[in-house]
């Protein structure tokens, strides 16, 4: 059970990044060392330059994002963390399976729609061809489960058609029997908070790129920042505390995050406010678990950010561990596709 996930060093990681994904990255690396495995998480700094960006700010924020990680729970003695772009086999892989990726489905991907419509000089062929390096990515270490948040569900689709495709074209043995050169990995979706939504716009996701300020909840917002946006946020008015995410998306998003800061079902979340005077309560709730919830992470934040030789030193060694992965997988990809001299012994 080899788990991989991807994250951006872009703005700052606010409650979806940290629900849908890092969580998840914290409860993994766990699971795969009880399966004789490892859990490899990659900051991907590749996938950034992909938009418009500030190279200076780029480097901030791959710290920000690192020290993150690290305050949330990560723990480099029990998983492989490290910067994309450290190993270069990422970029190599990337290129090798556009031959197997349809150029039909990459037009299809909606993050391409999206992001394509906001860019203001340039729509760059690296936006486009985005999904086949996160495929690289994953396909690099031949990992089986691929936590991300609902967004990412139709990129880990592609990835799995990539690779099924690369095994098909590629994959036949000596004895014309298919062998699975690359792995088909799976998503790992969260059953709660898959999707947080923005808070002042429930039906958008809260995002770094596409949401506001005052309805995206930032890892490393103050306490008193973190209540007033929840007192602001957007339900409706019936006045109703009850989970429907059709009908009442800012009331049901309320409560995921009230079930998961508080680590419980959203039955019992909304149990909890059965007593409740009206949406002021349940906001103040929320309020007060994310702040619980939050607060270790800022601490240690604190303490981790600064040290920016330290943080270098943990992705190096990260570094080192992934790219022995990667090599092998693509001394495997450059032979059966014919790329390169004859492997040696
Ligand atoms: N709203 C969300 N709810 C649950 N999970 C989410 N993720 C993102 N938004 C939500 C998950 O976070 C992980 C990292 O995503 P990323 O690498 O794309 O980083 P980001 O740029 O910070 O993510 P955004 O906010 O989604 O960016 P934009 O605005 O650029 O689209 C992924 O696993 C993702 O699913």
């Known amino acids: 059970m080899r788990i991989f996930s991807g994250i951006q060093p872009t703005g700052r990681k606010h409650l979806g990044n940290f629900v849908g994904a890092i969580q998840q990255y914290v409860e993994g690396q766990q699971r795969a060392v009880d399966h004789g495995d490892v859990a490899i998480y990659c900051i991907v700094d590749l996938h950034a330059t992909t938009v418009a960006y500030e190279p200076r700010e780029l480097r901030e924020r791959l710290y920000d994002t690192t020290a993150i990680l690290l305050a949330a729970g990560l723990d480099p003695e029990r998983c492989v963390l490290f910067r994309q772009s450290d190993v270069q086999e990422h970029a190599e892989l990337a290129w090798l399976l556009c031959s197997v990726t349809s150029h039909g489905d990459l037009n299809r991907?909606?993050?391409?729609?999206?992001?394509?419509?906001?860019?203001?000089?340039?729509?760059?062929?690296?936006?486009?061809?985005?999904?086949?390096?996160?495929?690289?990515?994953?396909?690099?270490?031949?990992?089986?489960?691929?936590?991300?948040?609902?967004?990412?569900?139709?990129?880990?689709?592609?990835?799995?058609?990539?690779?099924?495709?690369?095994?098909?074209?590629?994959?036949?043995?000596?004895?014309?029997?298919?062998?699975?050169?690359?792995?088909?990995?799976?998503h790992r979706i969260p059953a709660v908070g898959a999707r947080i939504m923005d808070l002042q716009d429930p039906t958008r996701k809260m995002s770094t790129t596409g949401g506001s300020v005052e309805g995206t909840v930032y890892v490393l917002d103050e306490p008193a920042a973190i209540t007033k946006k929840f007192k602001r946020a957007v339900t409706d008015s019936d006045n109703e505390i009850r989970h429907d995410r059709a009908a009442k998306p800012g009331v049901s998003n309320l409560l995921e995050l009230?079930?998961?800061?508080?680590?419980?079902?959203?039955?019992?979340?909304?149990a909890s406010m059965a007593d409740a005077?009206?949406?002021?309560?349940?906001?103040?709730?929320?309020?007060?678990?994310?702040?619980?919830?939050?607060?270790?992470?800022?601490?240690?934040?604190?303490?981790?950010?600064?040290?920016?030789?330290?943080?270098?030193?943990?992705?190096?060694?990260?570094?080192?561990?992934?790219?022995?992965?990667?090599?092998?997988?693509?001394?495997?990809?450059?032979?059966?596709?014919?790329?390169?001299?004859?492997?040696?012994?």
């Open 109 to 186: 991907m909606h993050q391409f729609k999206d992001k394509s419509a906001q860019q203001r000089e340039l729509v760059s062929a690296g936006l486009f061809v985005y999904p086949t390096l996160m495929a690289a990515d994953v396909l690099a270490y031949r990992a089986h489960d691929v936590p991300v948040g609902d967004d990412q569900r139709q990129h880990v689709e592609l990835m799995r058609d990539i690779a099924i495709r690369f095994n098909a074209r590629f994959g036949a043995g000596a004895d014309g029997e298919p062998q699975e050169v690359l792995v088909v990995p799976e």
């Open 277 to 345: 005077r009206g949406y002021g309560d349940l906001k103040t709730a929320v309020g007060e678990a994310v702040i619980e919830m939050l607060a270790p992470v800022q601490e240690r934040y604190a303490q981790l950010r600064h040290d920016e030789a330290a943080l270098e030193a943990t992705l190096a060694a990260g570094a080192e561990k992934a790219r022995a992965i990667a090599s092998d997988t693509l001394a495997d990809v450059r032979a059966v596709m014919g790329v390169g001299p004859v492997a040696a012994g």
């Open 258 to 270: 009230l079930a998961v800061s508080r680590g419980t079902s959203i039955d019992e979340a909304q």
